[in-house]
């Protein structure tokens, strides 16, 4: 992401039934890192609720590491990745970076990194918070996840 004057990368865990950004990492560098902190994030804001959870990816160095297997395997998290040189195996997270790309980056001057970073936090959010979906009835990830958590707790009660 040549935002501003030297690269940022960013990591995310994308919820695919919600299409909710739940975990993320931003770094100058494109080690293990990066992508173990987002998978980090996104347990913690599960509640620790992953056992099971399959976490699909591209073929990158960084996934096929023995600390990214080792966070998965701490977690309970299942790997899967896609084929070698296939964007279709893994189309949520192209086509959030897609999305991530018009509505934020393009045309967009350079700016610091503290800058970019802030910018990046306030479109995540405005994403998950407000972004509707067509895959979702229009609405947006928080809002759709909420609607799943009331209608199974409404059908526990009954």
């Known amino acids: 992401m040549p935002a501003c004057a030297t690269w940022l990368y960013l990591a995310t865990v994308i919820d695919i ?39 699909h990816t591209d073929r990158g160095a960084r996934y096929g590491s023995a600390a990214f297997a080792e966070v998965c395997r701490r977690q309970g998290i299942r790997r899967s990745m896609g084929r070698v040189g296939s964007s279709y195996d893994n189309t949520l997270a192209e086509s959030f970076f897609q999305c991530l790309k018009c509505e934020l ?54």
Request: charged fraction near 20%.
């Open 17 to 55: 039934c919600s299409r909710r950004v739940i975990g993320w990492s931003i770094a100058h560098h494109m080690r293990t890192s990066l992508v173990t902190d987002a998978i980090e994030m996104a347990v913690a804001a599960r509640g620790s609720q992953v056992h099971g959870v399959v976490f």
């Open 105 to 158: 980056l393009h045309g967009r001057r350079r700016t610091s990194t503290t800058q970019t970073r802030l910018e990046l936090f306030r479109w995540l959010s405005y994403y998950n918070r407000r972004r509707r979906h067509s895959a979702l009835s229009y609405v947006a990830p928080a809002q759709y996840e909420q609607s799943l958590i009331t209608s199974r707790t409404l059908s526990l009660v009954a």
